[in-house]
């Protein structure tokens, strides 16, 4: 019988800042997302989450009066990228081949959702909001997935050697 070897995570730096950036993508998903999904007055919130919120949204009112579109979106973010952030994370630590496929599916999700996310923050939102730090604040929800394609491009992402067992 044969298995595969996978280097571990701790040798695959490429990985490593990877799982480290999804880690931080699911707690936005999994924690901050739910604050505009369930629609919480981010003017009134005194918890450290909403107060940080209310901080972004000096720079993207949006969030204060937020439209049901970018709920919905949200809510996609929350109850099915934050999950899938957590099967990345376990997939690439353990360097499972079989991530690849959805973390492709993935990465075209993804990428559309913040494009037509930047789309209307230009369209519509450019006289209230900070461009500048919309984009810097969310641009890595954008590249860092891309990276993800680019890392899962090949057939075999880990590249596992086959030992015998």
């Known amino acids: 019988m044969q298995a595969r070897a996978v280097l571990p ?3 695959r730096r490429l990985d490593l800042v990877l799982v480290a950036w999804f880690s931080v993508f699911a707690f936005t998903s999994l924690v901050m997302e739910m604050y505009i999904v369930f629609d919480v007055d981010l003017r009134a ?11 972004y949204a000096q720079w993207d009112p949006l969030f204060l009066d937020t ?3 970018l709920r919905i979106m949200c ?11 957590l099967v990345l994370i376990w997939a ?4 499972h081949a079989w ?3 959805p973390a492709l599916l993935y990465v075209s999700a993804i990428v559309y959702s913040t494009l037509v ?5 230009f369209a519509a939102e450019r006289e209230r909001a900070n461009l500048a730090m919309v984009v810097l604040i969310n641009v890595p929800y954008t590249i860092v997935p891309l990276l993800l394609g680019w890392r899962v491009r090949a057939r075999d992402p880990f590249g596992g050697r086959a030992v015998l067992g």
Do not use: C, K, N
Request: aromatic share 30%; no cysteine; net charge positive.
């Open 9 to 11: 995570l701790s040798q």
């Open 45 to 55: 919130a005194t918890d450290p989450f909403g107060r940080a919120w209310r901080f």
């Open 67 to 69: 439209p049901l579109w």
């Open 75 to 85: 809510g996609i973010d929350g109850f099915v990228f934050g999950p899938f952030y």
């Open 92 to 95: 690439f630590v353990r360097g």
């Open 99 to 101: 991530i690849r496929i």
């Open 117 to 121: 996310y930047f789309g209307y923050e």
